[in-house]
């Protein structure tokens, strides 16, 4: 099975600043027939279910600010808030979607403001 | 729009079985391969289950394999997670998710699990 790690387990950063979060797979999720990579990253805050932010590594779901952005291939990814806002602060999570189940998730980073 | 509902959570004792549903709405169910996640309270997503469209193909977690079957009646636009044999690391909020092909695009609200 797929592991998938990140890093920081938490982070904080001040209004205004990047944030960065790393994701690592066990081993690569990148689909060389079709060239994607099969990892995304989710947004949950307290209370709510986790929302789609990035999909396929580096595409931003629909609605969502492009002060978020993805990047990476392979097995290491990254997730970048541009400039941190005061509604950012939530839980991301980075999964892999790749071949069968199961689907693993990283195990968190928590978001705060400094 | 898109719903997602989970029920059939509550308190249960070691041992002992209970069922979730989870009632899809606003788009064609029987398209979409479904899943279950669970969160233990304070801590991360764990995938649970998936089905495909058809209910042909299922998958389990390991730490659930032999004691929790994943079904759907496409019928009745709904999905289900029969859990046996419970124990009190289940303890969890219950999410069902629709998968698409770049990862689970909508979630219910979720149905706790406690296990006492």
């Known amino acids: 099975d797929i592991v998938v790690t990140q890093s920081p387990d938490s982070l904080a950063v001040s209004l205004g600043e990047r944030a960065t979060i790393n994701c690592k797979s066990s081993?690569?999720?990148?689909?060389?027939?079709?060239?994607?990579?099969?990892l995304t990253w989710y947004q949950q805050k307290p209370g709510q279910p986790p929302k789609v932010l990035i999909y396929?590594?580096?595409t931003r779901e629909s609605g969502v600010p492009d002060r978020f952005s993805g990047s990476g291939s392979g097995t290491d990814f990254t997730l970048t808030i541009s400039s941190l806002q005061a509604e950012d602060v939530a839980t991301y999570y980075c999964q892999q979607y790749y071949g069968t189940p199961p689907y693993t998730f990283g195990q968190g980073t928590e978001l705060e403001i400094k | 729009q898109v719903q997602l509902v989970e029920s059939g959570g509550g308190v249960v004792q070691p041992g002992r079985s209970l069922r979730l549903s989870c009632a899809a709405s606003g788009f064609t169910f029987s398209n979409y391969g479904m899943n279950w996640v669970r969160q233990a309270p304070g801590k991360g997503l764990e995938w649970v289950a998936f089905?495909?469209?058809?209910?042909?193909?299922?998958y389990y977690a390991d730490s659930v394999k032999g004691r929790f079957t994943i079904s759907r009646d496409n019928s009745k636009n709904t999905l289900y997670l029969q859990m046996n044999s419970l124990r009190a690391d289940d303890t969890a909020l219950y999410y069902c998710?629709?998968?698409?092909?770049?990862?689970?695009?909508?979630w219910g609200q979720g149905t706790l699990v406690t296990v006492s």
């Open positions: 089905l495909s469209s058809d209910g042909t193909n299922k």
């Open positions: 081993q690569s999720v990148l689909y060389s027939s079709n060239n994607k990579n099969y």
């Open positions: 998710a629709r998968g698409n092909n770049f990862g689970f695009d909508y």
């Open positions: 396929w590594a580096s």
